[in-house]
């Protein structure tokens, strides 16, 4: 199994130089099947490091998550694929067949919280997570669990034990690493809860979703590594194999 990380900022993308410059966090899976976790607005540039995806996985229905899919047709038409399974919670499909019109490269599959379901080789269980509180956007992290166990978790405000719960004995957390030193209601305050999640049994996290108020990559690095030995931050295009 190999990870990419097609992006790793916040919505509309974080402003920065070198690796501390991210475009909207979306992520690839590779394995026997490609994954995809998310399409954001930024998928043109993204899909340059995609070679093909038989499956996708929807976080929620914000912009930055589910934005992409008319961009995701056109380059869908260029490979000359069948529909693309997309799953997703019923009101982010009800969400996106709203606003776009056409959708024939989408095969939608409407997920609920807990479902769990087979992708090849892989076991994919959903876990609804606090995002926001406007109920029209439910938002799922994501289990994918073959002989290593990743959870992507790009959007939660709080973490429950419900979903510490959910990632026991993950080898990888890949986790909300919105904003440091300031707190947003919708998403993590790293410097905060990072210290509690590195005490959770899971293996090695990995921040994505970095915002503007985090320093440059390099000190932010240093800086995560003194709260949390094996924890990192993304950035755009790492690759991590498991």
């Not at 509309?12 to 966090?25: A, M, V, Y």
């Not at 409407?110 to 926001?132: M, R, W, Y």
């Not at 992290?141 to 719960?165: H, M």
């Amino acid at each position: 199994m190999k990870i990419i990380f097609l992006g790793t900022g916040a919505s509309g993308g974080t402003p920065g130089t070198d690796k501390s410059l991210r475009l909207e966090s979306s992520l690839l899976i590779k394995n026997k099947l490609n994954i995809l976790i998310d399409v954001t607005r930024n998928f043109v540039e993204q899909s340059k490091k995609i070679d093909k995806t038989d499956d996708i996985l929807l976080t929620h229905g914000h912009q930055d998550a589910c934005g992409g899919i008319n961009q995701l047709r056109s380059w869908w038409q260029s490979k000359n694929l069948p529909p693309i399974p997309v799953f997703a919670h019923r009101k982010v499909i009800t969400r996106i067949q709203k606003k776009f019109k056409q959708l024939d490269h989408c095969k939608f599959i409407e997920i609920k919280d807990h479902q769990s379901f087979n992708l090849g080789q892989s076991k994919i269980t959903a876990c609804q997570v606090p995002h926001t509180k406007d109920k029209n956007f439910p938002t799922f992290a994501w289990k994918i669990q073959d002989q290593k166990i990743v959870i992507y978790a790009s959007d939660i405000a709080i973490p429950t034990t419900k979903f510490k719960n959910f990632c026991k004995d993950a080898n990888l957390l890949i986790i909300d690493g919105a904003t440091w030193k300031r707190k947003i209601f919708t998403h993590l305050r790293i410097d905060q809860d990072l210290p509690k999640i590195c005490q959770w049994p899971v293996n090695k996290i990995i921040l994505t979703q970095i915002g503007k108020s985090v320093p440059p990559h390099e000190k932010f690095t240093m800086e995560v590594a003194k709260i949390c030995p094996k924890a990192i931050p993304a950035y755009d295009g790492i690759v991590i194999p498991l």
